[in-house]
């Protein structure tokens, strides 16, 4: 399990972030932002929080060090 914050300015962002998450389906991505918790492969999902705060994400089960390495441009 990896957990970090990641900043997802506006839907550009988080279309490229949703983009870089579907190499990982085997990897449970989730992001929350105050009561919402939503899945990191949805672009409707990641919509639909404030953007305007940061958001944490939580990685579980298979997580590769690239995809950490991803996480970490968005910190």
Do not use: W
């Amino acid at each position: 399990m990896y957990s970090s914050t990641v900043n997802i300015k506006d839907i550009d962002t988080a279309r490229e972030f949703v983009d870089k998450m579907a190499k990982f389906m085997d990897t449970k991505v989730i992001l929350n932002s105050g009561d919402y918790s939503i899945d990191g492969h949805s672009i409707i999902g990641i919509i639909s929080l404030d953007l305007s705060k940061p958001i944490e994400v939580i990685l579980d089960g298979n997580v590769p060090d690239e995809l950490i390495s991803i996480i970490k441009q968005y910190a």
